[in-house]
């Protein structure tokens, strides 16, 4: 057993901000003996350190826990150029082969990867632009790692848990469940700053749901309305529809129609209804030309017969939203 004073993550900070630096690093090194995977601890003892080395050991700790911590990262780096500088070339250090956990599937990887070389996906929350657009090499292996964090979280939900949903589910480019697990992340104190960006950018982002009872209709639209900075949400028949519909509060519906159950007609109708409380455009999608008439008919604002060219929908998309 280690003997310990009890100090508090906030008695290191106050005695920082009071300029007490050494007395800062012993509290922080005594919390460490006995949570020394404390990562806001770890971060805040490599800002105290006594000396560029000792500095970057205390980040290499914190991102061996947390590869995807950007301000470790980033503190890292600037160290990195500074010793750089300080040194003649010739005594230059080797930089350290490191190696790290894809955080999708596992695959040890490059510290310096940003792309996985397995399963093709990005862990990091740089440019979220960068994670959508990117093509996964296997996103099977991506879907099996979603089910098994899945599966932790029914366990125990834990901000690291929807922080990996989260990254996972946003290379699979279902942004508003990204969202909602880095919301939690956040929630539970997984609040770093790529993480509070991510959020912010993607709660900026328009709504889109899209409402259709077939997946390859679904899976078409997705890429097309993400890659296009909106925020996607699907429902797989009417009554869903409505219900996300009231739920979620879309900017905008693309809805079938053609489904079973309520078809499209009904669900616009009832979309309608709800103009008081909440008013969103209406695009319907059909295999038929003549059913124009009867989508305007029952409240649709535009009208796109299938097959459609993603042009075409991301050009309707953003003249409804600009009305
Ligand atoms: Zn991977």
């Not at 770093?192 to 328009?206: D, F, G, K, N």
Request: glycine share 4%.
């Amino acid at each position: 057993m280690v003997a310990i004073k009890g100090y508090t993550l906030t008695d290191a900070v106050l005695a920082v901000r009071a300029g007490q630096r050494d007395k800062a690093r012993t509290m922080l090194d005594e919390i460490l003996q006995c949570e020394p995977e404390n990562k806001q601890v770890l971060l805040w003892r490599a800002g105290v350190a006594a000396t560029t080395e000792e500095s970057i050991l205390f980040l290499e700790r914190l991102l061996n826990l947390d590869p995807a911590n950007r301000q470790a990262k980033e503190s890292l780096d600037a160290l990195h150029a500074r010793l750089r500088r300080k040194r003649p070339p010739e005594e230059r250090v080797a930089q350290r082969v490191w190696k790290r956990n894809c955080e999708l599937c596992d695959a040890e990887i490059m510290a310096q990867q940003v792309k996985c070389p397995r399963c093709g996906g990005i862990d990091s929350l740089s440019s979220l632009q960068e994670v959508v657009e990117n093509q996964l090499k296997d996103e099977r292996l991506v879907l099996e790692a979603r089910r098994h964090w899945e599966d932790r979280l029914r366990k125990s939900a834990t901000a690291e848990v929807h922080y990996r949903l989260g990254l996972l589910d946003l290379n699979t480019l279902r942004n508003s469940e990204a969202l909602f697990h880095f919301e939690e992340a956040s929630r539970l104190g997984n609040n770093y700053p790529s993480v509070e960006r991510a959020i912010q950018t993607l709660r900026a982002q328009r709504l889109i749901l899209a409402v259709d009872d077939s997946p390859t209709v679904l899976n078409v639209l997705r890429p097309m309305i993400v890659r296009s900075g909106m925020r996607f949400l699907q429902a797989e028949d009417g009554e869903q529809g409505l219900a996300t519909f009231r739920r979620a509060l879309p900017d905008l519906v693309v809805l079938d129609f053609q489904m079973p159950g309520m078809d499209g007609l009904e669900t616009c109708r009832l979309i309608r209804k709800e103009r008081l409380k909440h008013d969103a455009p209406v695009i319907m999608l059909s295999g038929k030309l003549l059913d124009k008439l009867r989508a305007k008919l029952a409240g649709a604002n535009d009208y796109l017969a299938k097959p459609f060219e993603e042009a075409t929908i991301v050009r309707t998309i953003r003249k409804l939203l600009a009305k």
